[in-house]
């Protein structure tokens, strides 16, 4: 079964702060997703990653995946309190037979103080 | 584009009643998702669509609870008979592809009591 593990769970941290978020999946998978969610909102999707060592960016947040190691970073340099929300990564899994669908991690909920 | 639409955006019933919901994907979009959110399972994949058809319903938690495709533009997920414990923001997302990016719909946050 597969197990998608963020951490952390809770963040809260100051404006202009840099941080990282970590997610570690369990099993092999080439293709990770990063969404982000706002209180009683839908899912925004803000990254996909597709390759080992991929990288993308997006004004002050940047994703990163290590398929070699099963993680993805989330970065988010000098925060601004408009990027407090909870933040997901799902990871797909492909069995050759077609797509198993997302599994997501439990979310991390940050908080950006003035 | 309008998005991925979901209705009814609320609703609140009574413990043993049929509950439908629905979904319109986005046009050209062949995959589509329902997904749970509680705050104690977090998201869960129930089951999703390629081309209309059914293609891996194991997340879906029991035979109360069924979906259907009949087309392209349109998907329903069935609660039958409700309980307490389906509780839940719903969402149903679509897609490009299986593996493409996934976009979600505003949720159907339903309350049994």
């Known amino acids: 079964e597969l197990k998608v593990e963020q951490n952390p769970l809770f963040l809260s941290m100051q404006e202009g702060k840099n941080y990282t978020i970590y997610c570690n999946y369990s099993?092999?998978?080439?293709?990770l997703y990063w969404y982000r969610q706002d209180p009683g909102k839908s899912l925004e999707s803000l990254f996909v990653?597709?390759?080992?060592?991929a990288v993308k960016q997006e004004g002050r947040l940047m994703a990163s995946l290590d398929t070699k190691a099963r993680l993805s970073t989330l970065h988010i340099t000098a925060a601004v309190h408009d990027l407090s929300a909870t933040y997901f990564c799902?990871?797909?899994?492909?069995?050759?037979?077609?797509?198993?669908?997302?599994?997501f991690g439990k979310g991390t909920h940050l908080i950006i103080q003035p | 584009d309008a998005g991925v639409i979901q209705s009814p955006r609320h609703e609140v019933t009574e413990m043993g009643q049929e509950v439908t919901l629905r979904c319109k994907p986005i046009s050209g979009h062949n995959s589509l998702f329902w997904y749970r959110q509680t705050m104690m399972r977090g998201l869960e994949l129930l089951i999703y669509?390629?081309?209309?058809?059914?293609?891996?319903d194991s997340g879906m938690p029991e035979d109360r609870f069924s979906a259907k495709m009949p087309n392209a533009s349109f998907s329903t997920l069935k609660i039958q008979p409700s309980e307490p414990r389906d509780s839940a923001v719903y969402f149903c997302?679509?897609?490009?592809?299986?593996?493409?990016?996934?976009?979600f719909g505003p949720g159907t946050r339903l309350l049994v009591l």
């Open positions: 799902a990871v797909d899994t492909y069995s050759g037979g077609g797509a198993d669908g997302l599994t």
């Open positions: 099993t092999t998978s080439d293709r």
């Open positions: 669509f390629n081309n209309n058809v059914p293609i891996d």
């Open positions: 997302a679509s897609s490009f592809g299986s593996r493409e990016t996934q976009y």
């Open positions: 990653l597709l390759s080992n060592g």
